[in-house]
Nanobody, 123 residues
Framework: VQLQASGGGLVQTGGSLRLSCAASGRTITNDNMGWFRQAPGKEREFVAT????????LYADSVKGRFTVSRENVKNTVYLQMNSLKPEDTAVYYC?????????????????WGQGTLVTVSS
């Protein structure tokens, strides 16, 4: 399966962006999906995850209440709606998939990754 993340760009503080992660090659209907980010000079960190059914979502404390993860299985796509963006949200955002095992905030537990999309929040 291949993941293609899109929707990144330059936005001012307080603005919004919606990231999309489109899967191809096979259906991700039964996979748990996650979003991670990596800022310059920092390690990759967990942002959000959603189970295959959409019934469970988890968020990093730093984005809770501002970001929303969702999915449209008929479109084989996962989304990350980002509101009230801050300069510290600037990073390359990656989507990832996990076959089974439930929701996870741990990057090593994901089986496949997309190429990332850059989000830059100006102050």
């Amino acid at each position: 399966v291949q993941l293609q993340a899109s929707g990144g760009g330059l936005v001012q503080t307080g603005g919004s962006l919606r990231l999309s992660c489109a899967a191809s090659g096979r259906t991700i209907t039964n996979d748990n999906m996650g979003w991670f980010r990596q800022a310059p000079g920092k390690e990759r960190e967990f942002v959000a995850t959603i189970t295959w059914s959409g019934g469970t979502t988890l968020y990093a404390d730093s984005v809770k209440g501002r970001f929303t993860v969702s999915r449209e299985n008929v479109k084989n796509t996962v989304y990350l709606q980002m509101n009230s963006l801050k300069p510290e949200d600037t990073a390359v955002y990656y989507c990832a998939g996990r076959q089974g095992g439930g929701a996870s905030s741990r990057a090593p537990q994901y089986d496949y990754w997309g190429q990332g999309t850059l989000v830059t929040v100006s102050s």
